[in-house]
């Protein structure tokens, strides 16, 4: 019936809106920066999660070391950027160690367990302790933080909310810019239909003269350099520090699961749905916080078991 097609909106949409009216009536400055607060984060894990999105949900690859590939990109990063002065060349820094890093762990692992879902999991969760290690005996225990260039430094005033930084917009403005050139990537250029392709049908395309090896790490490694640039934009908007591995690698695997495998439009609705509960619980509801991801997981999962956008293959 098409009209159960709604019915996981009308659960999600319902409370909110209620929610909404009442919180606005209460302490609109609050709701307002909470809401911005929320989609930053969002922003924050749409860029994580994009990476992960390419690499889990389209290419199937099971990479539970992509967290990972957000840490070493955002140490490298920091390391240039001290050296340099530079944050626009931490950006790259921490872009090309993650692509790098990625296509090595594509070459060199993924190639040999195509298909493979078991050995792929428990390798990369293998490979991330070493990581994670080698992270902590390089750089220690110690945060470190980012400051962005002096031209998105300070704040911006805005109606109803006052005083918000001037970068967090900014992270907002660059992860849209971003997931649309993911999108029209994948969906209206001609890499993007050999990406596609070659997940469904792989042997089809290296018959129709496509180095299909060359196509899967070219992916591999621009969903892995999203993930160190991610590493470095949050670095700059939060910290940087032993542990955020595992956090952002659940946030991705969270935003999947809840958006739909192999969607970047779903990648976006997750990660909106998971920063905004994140941060409305933790003004609102701090006791209780950690629960409103699962419970947008279940509810999700309940009437859209492949995800808000995901489609049967």
Do not use: C
């Not at 609109?28 to 749409?46: D, I």
């Not at 029209?184 to 395309?205: E, K, S, W």
């Not at 090896?213 to 969903?223: D, E, S, Y």
């Amino acid at each position: 019936m098409k009209y159960r097609r709604w019915i996981p909106w009308l659960v999600f949409g319902l409370p909110v809106a209620v929610f909404a009216v009442w919180a606005i009536a209460d302490n609109a400055s609050l709701f307002f920066k909470t809401l911005l607060n929320g989609l930053t984060l969002a922003s924050l894990y749409f860029l994580v999660a994009s990476g992960f999105t390419l690499v889990f949900g389209l290419m199937r690859n099971v990479n539970l070391a992509h967290g990972s590939l957000y840490l070493i990109g955002a140490y490298v990063g920091w390391m240039v950027g001290e050296h340099t002065g530079s944050w626009v060349l931490a950006v790259i820094a921490g872009f090309l160690s993650a692509a790098i890093l990625g296509l090595l762990m594509q070459v060199l692992i993924f190639r040999h367990m195509q298909g493979q879902d078991l050995r792929q999991t428990l390798v990369t969760i293998g490979l991330s302790i070493v990581l994670a290690d080698i992270a902590l005996w390089i750089w220690g225990a110690e945060i470190y933080t980012f400051d962005p260039p002096a031209w998105i430094y300070g704040s911006t005033t805005l109606p109803l909310v006052n005083k918000f930084p001037t970068y967090r917009l900014m992270v907002l403005l660059a992860s849209i810019v971003i997931g649309v050139g993911l999108w029209l990537l994948l969906a209206r250029t001609r890499i993007g239909m050999m990406i596609r392709a070659g997940v469904d049908d792989r042997g089809m395309l290296a018959a129709s003269g496509v180095n299909v090896q060359r196509v899967f790490a070219l992916t591999f490694a621009i969903g892995a350099g999203l993930a160190g640039l991610a590493g470095v934009v949050g670095g700059t908007a939060l910290s940087v520090s032993p542990g955020e591995d595992t956090r952002y690698l659940l946030a991705s695997l969270v935003v999947v699961i809840v958006g739909g495998m192999g969607s970047v439009v779903g990648a976006a609705i997750g990660a909106l749905l998971i920063g905004l509960a994140e941060q409305f619980g933790l003004a609102y509801a701090p006791t209780y916080s950690v629960v409103f991801t699962f419970v947008i997981m279940v509810i999700a999962l309940a009437f859209k078991p492949r995800g808000l956008m995901g489609k049967a293959t």
